[in-house]
């Protein structure tokens, strides 16, 4: 049996390691000129306003709505709304099922592009929430917003009539 010699088997594992390790220097370069270059961009920048929930004319649902702005260059996806208004609380949307008829779909999340505003209305988005806890037209009541990426955002919001 013909065993390589010590410098041979180093010369062949060397000889191996190159193309790999010159492919990840040639990445890191690259990904690094992009940064320093500005081209990396900002992640997204969400602010939330506008926060209001609806009394419940029906005691087992009400909705609440926010606006939310994001003024940075990434995306994002709203993927959760918490309260201790109340645990069963869901993102949903309004869906045209005929020219006469409309439905609610519940959404997993919703995206957030850079430079949009994302204005929720009982005819559009918003939160549905489940077997609310009693609240009153001028009660501040606290959500949270989580997003995917970004920090999650905690509002109050001011509770109003229906339809206001």
Do not use: K, Y
């Not at 606006?67 to 993927?79: F, R, Y």
């Amino acid at each position: 049996m013909n065993r390589p010699t010590i410098p041979a088997r180093i010369t062949e594992v060397l000889g191996a390691a190159v193309a790999p390790l010159a492919a990840c220097v040639l990445a890191l370069t690259g990904l690094t000129a992009w940064t320093l270059s500005g081209q990396a961009g900002r992640p997204a920048e969400l602010t939330v306003t506008d926060a209001r929930v609806w009394t419940a004319p029906n005691p087992a649902i009400t909705a609440a709505f926010f606006t939310i702005s994001n003024t940075g260059e990434g995306a994002d996806d709203l993927v959760a709304v918490t309260s201790p208004l109340s645990d069963d609380i869901m993102l949903s949307r309004s869906v045209d099922v005929t020219e006469t008829a409309r439905t609610m779909e519940m959404l997993d999340s919703v995206p957030i592009g850079p430079g949009e505003v994302l204005e929720m209305t009982p005819l559009t988005l918003d939160v549905m929430v489940r077997r609310p806890e009693p609240v009153a037209v001028g009660d501040q009541v606290p959500f949270t917003l989580h997003f995917r990426n970004s920090p999650s955002v905690t509002v109050r919001a001011e509770v109003v009539s229906p339809g206001s």
